[in-house]
């Protein structure tokens, strides 16, 4: 695979050349760990459309320049981290363009160090899923423990296994009364996370989530009686777990794609307006769309079990981080479906809720106008094609200037945080539909 040496972006009756390496984030480097060594986060205040635009098509262009966060919404800040050689032309950039920036991590390496020595450690006397980021077989090994002590109000089963043949997790988390009757049918709450793998905040709020219903489903029981939950933790096991390993940031699956690449986005992967928009046909790309819709077996398992509850699955929320967002369709344009109101007022629930107990502001709107289009993503199918009412992307919070790494300190604060939007939308979905 060749890539042009410049790419050219004109700005403003100004044209500016950008060095553009090969995108060495998403090439295969199976040799060894990855380094960040030099590697630089910025903080970059975007205060009027032409700024916005300006990073926009930055980013487009740039495949080097990793923009954690960027939004649609004037006066907030981009989080980009920028690779050594990169650095003195990207803000050779921005002063050009005057746009205000600030270097908030002057090494990355240091901050993922201290992290994975931080990630280690135990606090006594609390749950691990508050202190420690889970290994894939340390979340599995509790699934299991939890179902064989909660036989009454939980299974566990595999919807797929990842293309390196890890199982795909699901619970169900059913009240034992309806347990008890066969034929009883309640609307169905379905949660999935970690389908990008750098985004280690989401399997652990899933995590906590399923805990939380499950160990302390007395205090609970007004979400366990009118709502039946399917909870898929970690939908990229092989990522999420070289993620871990060797690349902090990898972000797709881990099927080999092209002669030297790896990996697909798996929310590009949808089939619904697939490869449209805000996703790349260039196998190295961190949005790499997949060469056909649902190519990955972990997309093509979220499928298979949304198809499965089609008619009775009445919410669909997916996990991501970060941002602090609460998103619906649509993702491909800037267009709204004719119900959006009607999951807006979920979504404003949610936000609500998590504003009284914690301050915490989430801004809530559709995909494309709150961020940017992105076509082939996990929420827009699940509201088209597999008829699910209300379908939501929670971006939670990051690290603060860590970003992508919240440290296992911070852990507690986010999954009780979100579990309290995520509560508060579910009952909002009880109230409508059950």
Known sequence: MSFPKRAFIHQAGLLLAVLVVVFSGAVATESGKKSYTGYKL??????????????????????????????????????????????????????AERIPHREIIADYSRTTDDFV??????????????????????????????????????????????????????????????????????????????????????????????????????QHADLLEGLSWTIVPIVNPDGYEYSHEQQRLWRKTRRQ??????????NRNFDFHWAEVGASNMPCADTYHGEHSFSEPETRAIRDELLRLKGRCKFYLTLHSYGEYL???????????????????????GASA???????????????????????????????VAEVPISITMELPGGGSAGFNPPPSRIEEIVKESFVGIRAMALEVAKNYS
Request: aromatic share 10%; charged share 20%; hydrophobic share 40%.
């Open 42 to 95: 910025f903080s970059v205040r975007q205060n009027d459309q032409h700024q916005m635009d300006f990073l926009r098509q930055l980013q487009q262009a740039v495949e080097d320049l990793d923009f954690w966060k960027l939004d649609r919404v004037p006066g907030s800040e981009a989080h980009v981290l920028v690779p050594p050689e990169q650095v003195h032309t990207f803000q050779t950039l921005l002063a």
């Open 117 to 218: 020595f931080a990630s280690v450690r135990s606090v006594p006397r609390k749950s691990p899923i508050l202190t420690k980021y889970l290994r894939y077989q340390e979340m599995v090994d509790y699934l299991h423990k939890l179902a064989v002590r909660h036989s009454n109000l939980v299974t566990v089963s595999s919807i797929g296994k990842s293309s390196e043949g890890r199982d795909i997790p699901a619970v169900t988390i059913r009240s034992p009364t309806f347990r008890a009757r066969p034929n009883a049918s309640q609307p169905v709450v379905f949660v999935d996370a970690g389908i990008h793998a750098r985004e280690w905040a989401a399997p652990a709020t899933a995590m906590y989530l399923i805990s939380e219903l499950v160990e302390n489903a007395a």
């Open 257 to 266: 794609a092209g002669s030297s690449c790896y990996g697909i986005d798996g």
């Open 327 to 349: 998103l619906y369709p649509w993702g491909w344009t800037s267009d709204l479906p004719e119900s959006w109101e009607k999951i807006d007022e979920v979504a404003q629930a």
């Open 354 to 384: 998590i504003r009284q107990e914690t301050g915490t502001r989430y801004t809530v709107g559709s995909s494309t106008n709150v961020l940017y289009a992105a076509a082939g993503g996990s929420d827009d199918w699940a509201f088209a």
